[in-house]
Nanobody, 125 residues
Framework: QVQLVESGGGVVQPGDSLRLSCTASRRAFSNYAAGWFRQAVGKGCEFVAS????????QHSVFAKGRFTISRDNAVNTVYLQMNSLRRDDPAVYYC??????????????????WGQGTQVTVSS
């Protein structure tokens, strides 16, 4: 089992940026596909972005393209979500997820088997 710890959430104003981090407890993390999802109050879980273990395969949701970027540093077992130009419809709890075995994982939350505890992002003027 892999423990995932997210950080980097907070309260920002519209147009600001945040970088979320998700650090895994296992060194084999470099083999695992990873993704970010979010859940706003009263809404279901929504795909944000995913990244293959090598970092070569990326996928971003429509709302994330051009504003959010997923990346990873396998040397420190961490995947990032850089969020720019935050909007009033971005507030949510953001979750990191991994598929803790060799395989592909994309935009479906069922692709992943390990999840972090979430980090809150609030956008308020």
């Amino acid at each position: 089992q892999v423990q995932l710890v997210e950080s980097g959430g907070g309260v920002v104003q519209p147009g600001d940026s945040l970088r979320l981090s998700c650090t895994a407890s296992r060194r084999a993390f470099s083999n695992y596909a990873a993704g970010w999802f979010r859940q706003a109050v009263g809404k279901g879980c929504e795909f944000v972005a995913s990244l293959s273990g090598s970092g070569n395969g990326k996928q971003h949701s429509v709302f994330a393209k051009g504003r959010f970027t997923i990346s990873r540093d396998n040397a420190v077992n961490t995947v990032y979500l850089q969020m720019n130009s935050l909007r009033r419809d971005d507030p949510a709890v953001y979750y990191c997820a991994v598929l803790a075995r060799t395989g592909r994982a994309g935009s479906d939350e069922d692709d992943y088997d390990q999840w972090g505890q979430g980090t809150q992002v609030t956008v308020s003027s």
